[in-house]
């Protein structure tokens, strides 16, 4: 073999072994079995409009479901509580600092009332653990190759990111949710960033 084609196959041999490797597939395995009874925690990011301005909340939150019973703390990036809200099948409640409690049959309303924005619990129900009800009436099971959904009521769902496995039999559970609605803009329009911390 003369010099210059052995020096070529050396360049390419070279620059095949200096290659990254490829990425690694993405899990197509689905996220863990649904739970009536959860406890998680996180923060979250909500945009959205008020008073025909743009506006930001960013903050905490606890969550604790049980059977149908769901209470959620809000409170603020330094801790201070926000707000508390109980849903049961048949009221919501919400309560903020030492104002009397309110009540209605109707969560989202509730919020929107008093805190300027809808707290969608019923979809979160679902979308914290990795699940929602598609626009077709399916039933949607996330995972890491298989991300995206629009909901039944108009949600459009981006599960970013997975929270790491502990062991290799660990199903992927949600990390980070992008949750948006309506048009950038319009009065509608809310964008919900939720990123859960890990599961003990």
């Known amino acids: 073999m003369s010099f210059p084609v052995f020096a070529l196959c050396a360049v390419l041999l070279g620059g095949c072994a200096s ?10 395995a689905p996220v863990a079995a649904y739970r009536d009874e959860i406890a998680l925690a996180g923060r979250l990011s909500v945009n959205y409009e008020k008073e025909g301005q743009p506006a930001v ?6 969550w604790v ?3 149908g019973r769901v209470e959620v703390s809000l409170a ?4 201070q509580t926000i707000a508390k809200i109980t849903v049961t099948p048949q009221q919501a409640t919400l309560t903020q ?13 509730l919020t929107a009332q008093t805190l300027g924005w809808s707290l969608p619990v019923s979809g979160l129900r679902d979308w914290l653990q990795g ?15 298989r991300s995206t959904v629009t909901t039944r009521d108009g949600w459009r769902l981006h599960f970013v990111t997975w929270q790491d496995p ?14 948006e609605r309506g048009v950038p803009g319009s009065p509608d329009a ?3 960033r939720i990123v859960l911390d890990p599961q003990a």
Do not use: V
Request: proline fraction near 16%; avoid cysteine.
């Open 76 to 79: 603020s990036p330094f801790g």
């Open 19 to 28: 290659a990254p490797p490829p990425a690694a597939p993405l899990s197509t």
């Open 166 to 179: 502990t062991s290799a039999q660990d199903q992927p559970q949600p990390k980070r949710i992008d949750a």
């Open 57 to 62: 909340l960013t903050g905490k939150f606890d």
């Open 97 to 109: 600092g030492s104002e009397p409690p309110r009540s209605a049959p109707d969560i989202d309303s």
């Open 131 to 145: 699940y929602a009800t598609a626009q077709d009436g399916a039933r949607f099971a996330a995972s890491p190759a």
């Open 190 to 192: 809310l964008a919900i």
């Open 65 to 67: 479901q049980q059977g």
